[in-house]
């Protein structure tokens, strides 16, 4: 069955550039949710998109700017980077209340 | 306090043991999710629970709504079974369609050969 793709896997960027996390979700899912996951912390949930209209705001920095196209894919943009913002970020996507989750992208900010 | 507390923190055990792993949440809920995470690895979804219980494998959640309180159970656990849980509450629908999961802190599970 087709899962949630993420792209890229990993990126690594220095400090003050920006970066643009992909998320393609599972077919006919209607929903994409953006989690960021700090070394050793537990996910935090920072966006989400119904419909291709912004539907929840979670910690997400005034910084990053997130939005869902027609054909529902995600796109998670994130400028003036911070080492702090070295994490894991998740994408999921449902079609009810059930969330799948893809497999990340690993950011690394030096 | 956290709005998702899970315990224990760290478990440790030996092959074909029975598993429990809890968490206590302290908002109203419309489900609650296990999920699993290994290390560096993405997240699975294990269950979704809104009532009762539900099994798979060698996988069962159960949820009592009423305590705030659910269950996540490993039968003939196996060291691949090592892995972070994580316990993640929805919170009741607000409107806006598409609500962010509350995640508890993770159980970090050791199974030993």
């Known amino acids: 069955a087709a899962g949630v793709i993420q792209s890229p896997r990993h990126l690594i960027k220095e400090k003050r550039e920006t970066a643009t996390l992909k998320c393609y979700p599972i077919?006919?899912?209607?929903?994409v949710y953006w989690y960021q996951q700090g070394p050793g912390q537990d996910p935090q949930f920072l966006i989400s998109f119904y419909e291709k209209m912004q539907s929840d705001k979670g910690s997400i920095p005034d910084r990053f700017s997130a939005q869902q196209f027609s054909d529902y894919h995600s796109e998670l943009n994130m400028s003036s980077l911070e080492l702090g913002d070295s994490a894991l970020y998740f994408c999921?996507?449902?079609?009810?209340?059930?969330?799948?989750f893809g497999p990340g992208t690993r950011l690394t900010v030096t | 306090k956290n709005e998702v507390e899970q315990s224990p923190q760290n478990l440790t055990a030996q092959e074909g043991e029975f598993i429990t792993i809890n968490c206590s949440y302290s908002v109203g809920i419309s489900a609650l999710h296990w999920l699993q995470q290994h290390p560096g690895g993405g997240i699975v979804s294990l269950f979704m629970l809104s009532s009762g219980k539900k099994k798979h494998g060698r996988l069962i959640a159960t949820i009592n709504i009423q305590e705030k309180h659910s269950s996540l159970h490993i039968t003939a656990s196996h060291p691949r079974d090592s892995a972070v849980y994580i316990c993640?509450?929805?919170?009741?629908?607000?409107?806006?369609?598409?609500?962010?999961?509350?995640f508890g802190k993770g159980t970090h599970l050791i199974i030993q050969p």
């Open positions: 999921a996507s449902s079609l009810d209340y059930e969330q799948y």
């Open positions: 993640a509450v929805l919170r009741p629908y607000s409107g806006g369609g598409a609500d962010g999961l509350t």
């Open positions: 077919p006919r899912h209607d929903t």
